[in-house]
Structure formats: structure tokens, C-alpha cells
């Protein structure tokens, strides 16, 4: 092993060492599976810590089951990312000067493949960066032939059992891009606009319901959108508002229009929000389509394709784009007098997260699958405990959308994707089919004229059938004889962000339950657990976003970033110019060489450790830093226990007849660990495990094991036989922990692990397929641990004491101990070698409990008080000078803030967070000076 701990060196080729050697592939011989498929990423992406975090906690799964001895699969593949896609090679084209419409469908998508070929691949590699364990040699792309067939089984079989149909509805549609977007594409922000307040004359010669004359009265709404106004189909009040119970029915002229419409009521409209009275568009307003269906009211759309006001606006508007027309409506709404007021509105407006343009919900032909026949199994299947959801509050949300849900728009107009197979003829009829002969056999069409359906499924349906699809599904009798589709279907866990429950999760599990059954007929579920973790966040909590300037490159903080790149990163906005600050104060050393590299181990560690289940996370790169220094930590162990090993005596097994406390606490402390990190690891919370391991290596197996084993390693007077057996435990101990802990941090468990395994007799070629740990009950010693918190406690209290009366290591101290029974003694005697010299104390002795102590430092452990004396261990004179001076500089300081408290102006206007923090440093060092002056009085009775 190299004397220093470098992440690039032990990272570089390892990873390509694992795949060549087929170490990701399944174990088809072994009984037990486990297997996850990993949500596809777009294959226009690159790596990003929400990658990062979520490929954490999927490897570290595999990982685990796999030392587990199961035959493990982890099912990787990527996306087509339709829009993402097409927008990309789009742009390439035209700093050509050239559009897809001047290639043609054919040209266009053969650039699009060649694009796929040279540049796709990019995020796999960067996954492949993060020691991700897929089986690579399955990869998958859901434009693959294999899937690419299923999605048209799965489309056929859906229509031909009615599941699918193409209607006119309303869809989110993207002005600039053309197409059909989802829900999950549209990104709602907060903004300034305005409520236009507008006036419905009443038609003339009516009379309310009380018998009065409506002529020359109005009904007044208020809209954000008043281009649509054009299109409204009636106006609507909610049946328990008795202020409009009397207008019921009676009609209205539309302003700017020949047209009148009714006054109908619904229970949509809120009665407390503005008049209570809305006005109902529906081929402009998903509410309003709603409104519109329950009262069959005319649908009339406004506007082209491209945003322009259509034939069905008057002439006057027809050919402006609607933002054009909604001033000009404006304008003649105040002219014509039917503009009341207009007001200052916060509101919400969607915009693609894309194209940047705003939506329009637009009229359109497009597909829909019909969803109450697959919704309710996959309300079942969660009921009846087949899919869980970890954590169990998401089952809720999951419940909430489900029996609500509505048909799913599936069609998008696009050239890049999987074309709906449906083909029509020369009258507009469709046909759906696996292919055109099928279609022409199928409907007995002949030789007439047919033409595919120009638009592509949106890349969800596809991703819907992720588990099955990329495990070989036909939907045919081949499927039982597929031995991986039978092994690893369902897979064990989906590992995903809450934001595509509904999106993703929802539409998988109603896919899956449709169309995989197993031999008996029984449907399967396409996982049986959800574990649904939080979004990445920065360390204030804030979303990661290029515009905020807060986005971490997870590559970055792997493979270093040099000066000139970080100094770039912060003048182009993509590193928060505080965080880049943060960085280079932190690691002095490495900036001085030029580079900072904090490897693979110490981001994944870091991710495990945030991976408190369902919660958002704020990733600060303290803990990334903080975890670097623990790999360094593990790596200096490891360096110096082989080098105090190596070509000595070591026993090849377990003799806990040799063992003496030190031994037993630390085989029972990791006892005690691998029980938690095993149920944590069942429980889906690497947040715990990270944390048990952390502590056991660090806390237990290096600041204490190593520490006690060097006195008796060192100790001439020792016996071979018991030297032999400590050096067993020091290495069987950290080839244990190095075990427990690969799932986390697989590269620097496995470079220690292949130096030290041999020398206690462990084979095997990789870490990887080593025995996962599990707990030895027998070793579990209560007395040993007792005792050993004794130890521990008794050697605090003692280097407190040395360090707050500033005493020099190299000085041995006298111990006192009152307040002992005699249980407590006996266990004293136990540990009495032990804590003597690593205590660095010469002498130890019980005062009686009415014993008075000659003037000492003290402290608490437990019941038991701990007396150093102090006589002829420090000069009195000399420590009262030192005393004074820190004495004198706690009270300025003291000082200084309690008049800063005290002026009122500074109270009134700070904030209450910084009036808060200097109230806690007066009580901070108001204790300092009692403890100062404490220590003044007692050197003075000396």
C-alpha cells in the first residue's frame, strides 16, 4: 500500500478490472435473486447529483445482496428522451442553417441514430464513474429492437381490448415545439400579471326568476387570460350561491362576439373567490373542459398550432399571435365598455421546461389509454401488501393520485421515438397494427392506400415497461422458457424520487400487472418494494439550478477539478462562487498542488449518509470533505496494521480463550454493528448504516483497538501466543469491517482487502464476492462492554483534566477515586493495566465516601468522581500568570457583547437569529470565566 491515501490511483482501472472480469453479471447457478432496474436516464443527460444519489443507494443494494449470496442483477439501460433528443440534434442541424423539415422523417432520424452512436453513450460512462455495478453486458435502449417490439405488442393489444383510443381533447401544448407535452414537462412559476375585470351584458327582454328586468345588467368575472374570452361557452356559478340563484339560465352576450351563451351552474366556482362567477372556456382551460363535458357546452377553439388566433375568432383578430390579440382584446374591451377594472394578480404560469415558451392547453387529436380498467389492480396490489412503499407515506400519495386518475394522453408530435402503429387510409380511417401487412390482413384492406401515423408515443409508455421489457418479454408462451425474465421478474426494489410516482411508478405497475403473468396465470407486480427518496438539494436547502449559480458537478468532486476550472466555474455561473470558496479553504494541500480530487468512496459515503428515507437532502461538501478524511482514516489504519503485522506470528482463527477485554469489546462492538447494518440494509436506511460503520471503524476499531493493542504489541514481557492472537483479531476485525462497509465505498475496501485477506487465510478473487458479515450472538459480551465504557470513561476524565490544567503528555499522574461500590472496584481491577498506561497515570487509589481529597482537579464519570491532585505537578505562580491572561481576555470579551446586548438600537434592528447568537456566546463565556476562575482559586490553596 502507498503512505498516502489517493482516491484517482486506487479508482483508476479498477472499475473496468470488475466489468471485464464479469463480476456484474448474475449468478445463474445460485438459488436466491435479487435484482433491480435502474430508472433509465435520458440519453442526452450527464451525470448530476440526483444521478448520483439514487445510483448510490441502487449499487449499494446489488452490492449487498450480492455478498449475501444471491444471484444479483442490476439492469441498466438508457432512454430515447424524445423531445430531449430531437431538440438536441435539432440544434446541431441548424448551426448548419438546416431543419429537420428540409431533411425529411428519414434523413432526420438517421442523424439523430448517428448522434445516439457518438455522443449517447455519455452517461453511461459517467455511471460507470460511480462503481454503479450494472450488468453492462444487457444494456439496454429503449429504442432497442427487443423493446421497441414490446411497446407495439403492449400498443396493439390495448387498442384491440379497447384500453386505447384517439379523441380531441385538451393537452398541455408546447407553442414552439410543436407537440403534446406531460405534466412532469411543464413548469409552473410564480409571477406578476393582472385580473382583467369584464362585463357579460344580459341578452335584452329577459327577466329573473323574481319577474325583474335584466336589460342594461351584467355578470362580472374576472380572468388572467382574456384572449379566451372569444371561446367561452357559458358563465358559471356554484349552485349553493344564492347571489346568482335567480340568474340561473338566463343568457348573456360573449364581448366582442355575435354570440350569447348561458349562466349555468356548477359545483366548480368558489362563491369566496372574486364574484363568484367564472367564466368556462373548455378548449382553452383543463377546469373549464371538465365544466364543459358535465354540461355538453359547445367547444370552440381559438387558436393554430403555432399560437395565432385561428378562423373562429372574429376577422379582426384572426393571424395574431395570442399575446398580439390579448392586447388588442384589451383594448377593445375598454373601448367597446366592457372592461370594468384591471388589477394587479399573482398567479402561476406554465411554462415547457424545454422550450422556455408558455403552455397552451390546446384542442388536439391525440391517443389516450383508457385508465380505470389497469387503475384498479394497482390500487390492489398496494392494498394487499404485493408493493410497498418505503417510506410508508407515500403509499398515500400514491392512493390519492391513483383514485383520481385521469386517461393518459400517450401520443406526442414528434419524428424521434416509437411511432404509433396505426395507419390510415385515404378517408381518414385508422387501423391499428403490429405493421402495415398485419393491418392489411387484419382489417382486409388489400391494396388500398395506407399511411402511418406521423406522430410517436410519448417516451413514458415505453419506460412503463422498463422491469419486463428489458428482460426479454415477447407477451408470448417464449416467455417461460426465458430464464432471466423468469429469475428476476418482478425485481426486488425500485429505487426513484417521490416527483415520478405518478409519472413513472403509478403507469409501471399498471403496465406490469396487464401484461407479465407468471406460469400460473397471476399477474405479477413489476417490484415489490418503492424505496422513494428526497431531491438533492444545496447546503441551504435551496433546488440545484445552473441559473442559481448552486450546481455541483458530481465528476467534479471525484476526479478533481483543477484551479483554472474551478476559477471558470465560477465566472460562468456553474459553481456557486461560495461553495468554490468553500472548497479551496478546506483543502489548502491539494489546491497547493493543484488539484483536488475527493474520489468516488467519499461522494458515495457522503450520499449513503444522507439517505434518510423520503427526505429532501441538503448536500454540503463539510460531509464530503468529512468522509475523504474517514477514507484517509481507514487507509492509515490499514498501513499500519499490516506494517506491524506483516512477517509476524498471526493466528489463522478465533481462540477467545486468549482474548482479554480488549479483544472482547472489540469483536462484541462489531457484533453490535453488524446487526445494525444488516437491519439497515433490510430496512432501506444507508443513513444508518453509514453512520454505525463510521463509528465502529473510526470511534471503536481505530481510536481505541489500535490504540490498546500497541501496549501489548510493544510490551517485551507479552507472550508470542498472545501477541498472535491480537494480531489475528487487528486484522480479522478490519478485513470484517472493510466487508461491511464495500457496499458503500467499493474501491477502497477492495485495494485493502486484497492486501490483508491473505494473511489471515481468507481466498477469493474480489471483496465483492466475499461472505457478507453477519452477527456471531456467542461473541456478544455485555461484562466486556461495560467494562470497556468504564475505560473509556476513566481515561477521559483523566486527559480533561491534564488539558484543562495544561499538563504535559509526557507527565504521569496520581488517581483518585471516590464514590466506588464494590462492583465497580472489581471491574477496576480489570481494567487497572489497561488504564494506567494508556491514561499515562502512575498511581490509583479509593478515598473512602466521607473521605476528604487533598485540593485537585476533578471529574464525573457515571457516580464515581475522579481526583487528580495537583501538588508538585504544576508551578502555582506560572499557571496563575497563564490563568489571568485567559481570564482577562474571556472578560473583554465577555464585555464587548454584553454592551453590544445592551444597546437597544442594535436589539431592535438585527435579526432575531443574530440577537440569539450573541446571547449564547455571554452564557458561553459566562461559564468559561466560572471555570477560569475556578481553577485560579484552586492553584491559589495549593
Known amino acids: 500500500m502507498s503512505s498516502s491515501y489517493a482516491p484517482n490511483m486506487i479508482e483508476s482501472g479498477r472499475y473496468e478490472a470488475w466489468e ?74 441548424a448551426l448548419q442553417g438546416i431543419s429537420r423539415h428540409d431533411l425529411g422523417r428519414e434523413k432526420f432520424l438517421e442523424k439523430v441514430w448517428e448522434w445516439k452512436v457518438q455522443s449517447g453513450g455519455t452517461i453511461t460512462e459517467q455511471i460507470r464513474r460511480l462503481g454503479t455495478s450494472v450488468d453492462w453486458s444487457r444494456e439496454r435502449f429503449t429504442m432497442d429492437e427487443g423493446l421497441s417490439n414490446a411497446v407495439k405488442e403492449v400498443f396493439v393489444r390495448l387498442y384491440d381490448e379497447g384500453l386505447i383510443y384517439r379523441k380531441k381533447r385538451l393537452v398541455n401544448w408546447d407553442i414552439k415545439l410543436q407537440t403534446a407535452i406531460s405534466d412532469l414537462e411543464v413548469e409552473n412559476r410564480d409571477e406578476k400579471g393582472f385580473m382583467y375585470h369584464v362585463r357579460y351584458p344580459f341578452v335584452k327582454g329577459q327577466t329573473d326568476a323574481n319577474g325583474e328586468s335584466l336589460d342594461g345588467q351584467y355578470m362580472h368575472i374576472a380572468t388572467t387570460r382574456p384572449e379566451t374570452i372569444l371561446a367561452d361557452g357559458c358563465l358559471a356559478v356554484h349552485p349553493d350561491d344564492t347571489r346568482y340563484t335567480h340568474l340561473l339560465g338566463k343568457m348573456v352576450h360573449v364581448p366582442l362576439t355575435d354570440r350569447t351563451i348561458p349562466v349555468l351552474a356548477d359545483p366548480y366556482p368558489d362563491p369566496e373567490f372574486g364574484t363568484g362567477c367564472v367564466k368556462i372556456t373548455p378548449a382553452h382551460d383543463f377546469n373549464d373542459y371538465e365544466v364543459g363535458e358535465r354540461h355538453d357546452i359547445e367547444i370552440i377553439n381559438l387558436m393554430n398550432l403555432d399560437g395565432t388566433m385561428n378562423e373562429n375568432a372574429p376577422s379582426n383578430y384572426q393571424g395574431l399571435d395570442r399575446f398580439e390579440a390579448r392586447t388588442k382584446i384589451i383594448e377593445d374591451l375598454q373601448t367597446h365598455g366592457f372592461l370594468e377594472k384591471i388589477e394587479p394578480h399573482e398567479l402561476k404560469r406554465p411554462y415547457g421546461d424545454r422550450s422556455g415558451v408558455v403552455i397552451e392547453p390546446l384542442l388536439t387529436d391525440q391517443w389516450y389509454v383508457k385508465i380505470d380498467t389497469l387503475a384498479k389492480p394497482a390500487i390492489d396490489a398496494v392494498e394487499n401488501g404485493d408493493i410497498k412503499f418505503v417510506p410508508e407515506q407515500y403509499t398515500n400519495m400514491y392512493m390519492a393520485w391513483m383514485r383520481d386518475i385521469k386517461d393518459w394522453c400517450i401520443s406526442r408530435q414528434l419524428w424521434w421515438g416509437h411511432r404509433i402503429p396505426a395507419w390510415y387510409d385515404d378517408n381518414g380511417n385508422f387501423y391499428v397494427g403490429r405493421d402495415e401487412n398485419e393491418v392489411r390482413q387484419k382489417y382486409h384492406l388489400g391494396d388500398i392506400n395506407l399511411r402511418q401515423d406521423e406522430d410517436v408515443l410519448d417516451t413514458w409508455f415505453s419506460s412503463a415497461l422498463w422491469t419486463f421489457s428489458t428482460l426479454g418479454w415477447t407477451g408470448t408462451d417464449k416467455d417461460f422458457d ?31 400487472l396487464h401484461f407479465v403473468k407468471d406460469k400460473d396465470g397471476k ?17 441551504e436547502g435551496k433546488k440545484m439550478s445552473k441559473s442559481k449559480g448552486n450546481v455541483l458537478d458530481p465528476l467534479d468532486l471525484i476526479d478533481g477539478i483543477d484551479l483554472e476550472s474551478l476559477v471558470a466555474k465560477r465566472t460562468t455561473g456553474l459553481m456557486n462562487p461560495k461553495d468554490a470558496v468553500k472548497i479551496e479553504k478546506a483543502t489548502r494541500k491539494e489546491f497547493s498542488e493543484g488539484i483536488l480530487a475527493y474520489g468516488t468512496d467519499a461522494l458515495r459515503f457522503t450520499f449513503a449518509s444522507l439517505a434518510s428515507t423520503g427526505r429532501d437532502i441538503n448536500f454540503d461538501l463539510k460531509r464530503v470533505e468529512g468522509y475523504r478524511n474517514f477514507c484517509n482514516k481507514i487507509w492509515n489504519a490499514s498501513r499500519f496494521v499490516l506494517m506491524n503485522v506483516d512477517g509476524k506470528a498471526i493466528h489463522q482463527d478465533a481462540k477467545p480463550e486468549l482474548w482479554e477485554l480488549p479483544e472482547q469489546w472489540i469483536i462484541s462492538r462489531l457484533q453490535k454493528c453488524e446487526q445494525a447494518v444488516n437491519f439497515a440494509f433490510e430496512t432501506y436506511r444507508l443513513d444508518l448504516a453509514s453512520q454505525a460503520i463510521y463509528d465502529f471503524i473510526w470511534n471503536e476499531y481505530c481510536d481505541w483497538y489500535v490504540e490498546l493493542s500497541k501496549a501489548v504489541l510493544n510490551d517485551a514481557n507479552a507472550s508470542d501466543e498472545r501477541k498472535a492472537q491480537i494480531r489475528y483479531v487487528l486484522l480479522s476485525v478490519l478485513e470484517t469491517a472493510l466487508r461491511l462497509t464495500h457496499p458503500l465505498m467499493p474501491f477502497i475496501t477492495e485495494e485493502i482487502w486484497q492486501a ?4 489471515i487465510g481468507r481466498g477469493g478473487k474480489t471483496i465483492m464476492l466475499a461472505d457478507y458479515p453477519m452477527t456471531n450472538e456467542s461473541y456478544i459480551n455485555e461484562q466486556a462492554e461495560n467494562d470497556m465504557a468504564w475505560l473509556q470513561g476513566l481515561i477521559g476524565a483523566v486527559r480533561n483534566i491534564r488539558g484543562e490544567m495544561n499538563l504535559g503528555n509526557s507527565v504521569k499522574l496520581p488517581v483518585l477515586l471516590q464514590n466506588i461500590n464494590d462492583s465497580e472496584k472489581a471491574q477496576i481491577k480489570r481494567i487497572e493495566t489497561l488504564f494506567k498506561a494508556l491514561a499515562k497515570v502512575e498511581s490509583l487509589a479509593f478515598l473512602g465516601n466521607d473521605e476528604k481529597a487533598p485540593l485537585s482537579s476533578s471529574s464525573v464519570v457515571g457516580n464515581a468522581v475522579v481526583f487528580v491532585p495537583m501538588k508538585g505537578l504544576i508551578d502555582p505562580q506560572k499557571e496563575l500568570i497563564r490563568l489571568q491572561k485567559e481570564l482577562d481576555k474571556l472578560t473583554k470579551q465577555y464585555e464587548q457583547i454584553k454592551t453590544k446586548l445592551a444597546n437597544e438600537a442594535f436589539v431592535a434592528k438585527a435579526p432575531a437569529n443574530v440577537v440569539s447568537a450573541e446571547k449564547e456566546k455571554l452564557a458561553e463565556l459566562e461559564g468559561q470565566i466560572g471555570k477560569v476562575r475556578q481553577s485560579v482559586g484552586e492553584i491559589e490553596g495549593l
Open 523 to 539: 399477474s405479477q407486480v413489476p417490484f415489490k418494494t418503492v424505496y422513494v427518496h428526497g431531491l438533492v438539494r444545496d447546503g
Open 20 to 93: 471485464n472480469t464479469g463480476y456484474f453479471k448474475p449468478n445463474l447457478s445460485l438459488s436466491s435473486a435479487f435484482s433491480i432496474a435502474t430508472p433509465p436516464p435520458n440519453v442526452t443527460g450527464s451525470l448530476h447529483m440526483g444521478h448520483g444519489f439514487n445510483n448510490t443507494i441502487m449499487d449499494a443494494l446489488i452490492r449487498y445482496h450480492r455478498m449475501m449470496g444471491k444471484s444479483t442483477l442490476l439492469q441498466g439501460g438508457t432512454d430515447h428522451a424524445g423531445i430531449a433528443t430531437q431538440m438536441v440534434v435539432e440544434r446541431q442541424l
Open 482 to 512: 426465458n430464464e432471466i425474465l423468469q429469475k428476476f421478474h418482478p425485481t426486488d426494489v425500485l429505487v426513484t424520487g417521490f416527483d415520478i410516482i405518478f409519472f413513472w411508478v403509478a403507469r409501471m405497475i399498471m403496465m406490469t
Open 756 to 759: 490483508l485477506a491473505p494473511m
